[in-house]
């Protein structure tokens, strides 16, 4: 199957609600493309789709937890690479005890679809942790917040975003 790709401003019915208001409000080139949302995983995607794993990247949220405060934050690495929760973001993020945010809980506090979940849209005060490997893209593969398409956009849009910081995050 082919990706059709459209200025995402166009498409906002492709988009989650908070994402639709980010893209809007921000002066990037972003595309999105409409997919098969059985195919929205990563791997599955890039196979049917014919996007190279490296050319795909993954926003994973991470709950920090230090003193019975728990704060959340984002961390995009490309889907050949993991996030090193328990060394690099948990130091970076201060916390005692860095994991994976609950699926659930990742769903209800971004307001989008697991398994589309993106750093566009996230609440203000979330860290958005970005791999230097994904800051030096020209153009990554992402979610758009839900299951039924992607987004493209430049490593140095996401790295620009509010909030964004680039570091080494990824084994």
């Known amino acids: 199957m082919t990706l059709h790709w459209t200025p995402a401003t166009e498409r906002t019915d492709l988009l989650a609600e908070p994402v639709a208001r980010a893209v809007t409000a921000l002066d990037a080139d972003v595309e999105v493309a409409g997919i098969d949302p059985e195919l929205a995983d990563t791997a599955a995607f890039c196979e049917r789709y ?21 704060r959340y934050a984002a961390c995009m690495v490309l889907a050949t690479m993991r996030v090193d929760v328990n060394g690099v973001v948990r130091r970076h993020l201060d916390a005692r005890k860095a994991s994976f945010a609950p699926m659930a809980q990742a769903v209800e506090l971004t307001g989008m679809e697991y398994g589309g979940i993106t750093p566009l849209g996230l609440p203000a005060d979330w860290p958005v942790l970005v791999d230097t490997h994904v800051a030096g893209h020209s153009r990554v593969v992402i979610g758009s917040g839900v299951r ?13 975003l509010k909030g964004a910081e680039v570091l080494a995050l990824a084994t």
Do not use: F, I, Q
Not at 51 to 63: F, G
Not at 148 to 160: E, M, P
């Open 148 to 160: 039924r398409s992607k987004l493209a956009v430049s490593g140095a849009t996401l790295a620009g």
């Open 50 to 70: 014919g996007v190279a794993l490296d050319e795909s990247a993954n926003c994973v949220v991470v709950a920090a937890k230090r003193g019975g405060e728990t």
